[in-house]
């Protein structure tokens, strides 16, 4: 697993985290201080990169959290069969299989000889955007 500590005071809307497991954008983020005896605390909501799905994490500001290291690599797809592409990486000529994402407008773009931009995060792979297509 390739991640990093921060903590979650330092943390901005747009960056990410790890939540239950799950690499997480950050979509808002709000830190209330309390009372005299309390600590400020910080209201966290993220939405999974690989499942979409929305993640809450409320926690005192100086609480250091995972915040994951993301590799953002090029490939071209070399073949696409049902719900898989089977990419080649431009730098180290590995192919890989890697599953075509639900965002029809990567769907629409994804054949063979299109240009991928795709991310490796905690050893999973996801396809984010077309940049040339074939």
């Avoid at 499942?51 to 809450?56: D, H, I, L, V």
């Avoid at 926690?59 to 089977?86: C, D, H, M, Y």
């Avoid at 795709?118 to 040339?132: A, F, P, Q």
């Amino acid at each position: 697993m390739s991640s990093m500590y921060a903590e979650i005071g330092s943390l901005k809307k747009g960056s990410f985290v790890i939540i239950d497991g799950e690499p997480c954008r950050i979509v808002e983020i709000s830190k209330a201080k309390t009372g005299k005896h309390g600590s400020a605390k910080a209201h966290v909501v993220a939405i999974g990169v690989f499942t979409g799905n929305k993640r809450t994490l409320v926690a005192p500001v100086s609480q250091r959290v995972e915040v994951p290291i993301i590799n953002k690599r090029t490939g071209q797809v070399l073949a696409v069969t049902g719900n898989t592409a089977q990419i080649m990486d431009l730098e180290t000529y590995e192919t890989l299989e890697v599953d075509i994402p639900k965002e029809e407008e990567i769907r629409g773009k994804l054949q063979p000889g299109a240009e991928v931009e795709y991310w490796e995060v905690l050893g999973k792979r996801k396809i984010m955007r077309v940049t040339k297509t074939a």
